[in-house]
């Protein structure tokens, strides 16, 4: 079973494709997750970004998803020390698994020497194939 850390944006992004989460994952992130899925989803419906119709759908994803909520002292401890040696204004982004999944480009750079930083993808049912796309020049190569 692999264990993968998310966001509220990750948590978003998988209610808005309606996912299927493949059986085998863990999904765990900070207690801290649904208050902030919370106010994103108010945020992006005061923006006209969304309906509350579809926030409200897309909390009750969040809600049903089969999410470990953490925020031990072992986790607290990891995410202290963390936020420290990355000079992080704060502790937020980091929980102890096998790998994180983020939107966040910036955060996936700063941490990716630290942990493994996995592709959303990763967590859909069927799973999903990502392709590389060569440019044109180069398509010859690859033949």
């Known amino acids: 079973m692999t264990r993968y850390v998310i966001g509220p944006d990750v948590a978003i992004r998988l209610a808005h494709d ?32 969304m309906t509350r119709k579809e926030a409200e759908r897309q909390l009750e994803y969040v809600r049903g998803l089969r999410i470990r909520l953490l925020g031990d002292r072992v986790l607290q401890t990891v995410a202290w020390k963390a936020a420290v040696l ?40 069927p799973p999903r194939v990502i392709r590389a796309v060569l440019p044109r020049k180069h398509a010859h190569n690859a033949e």
Do not use: C, M, N
């Not at 994952?25 to 923006?47: D, K």
């Not at 992080?88 to 942990?115: C, G, S």
């Not at 493994?116 to 859909?124: D, G, K, M, Q, S």
């Open 18 to 49: 309606e996912a299927v989460i493949y059986g085998g994952h863990q999904i765990l992130a900070p207690t801290l997750l649904r208050s902030q899925v919370l106010s994103l989803l108010y945020q992006a419906v005061g923006r006209g970004e």
């Open 86 to 125: 990355l000079g992080w204004p704060d502790t937020f982004d980091q929980l102890h698994a096998d790998a994180l999944i983020t939107l966040d480009r910036q955060l996936a750079d700063a941490v990716k020497d630290l942990v493994t930083v996995a592709a959303l993808e990763a967590l859909y049912w």
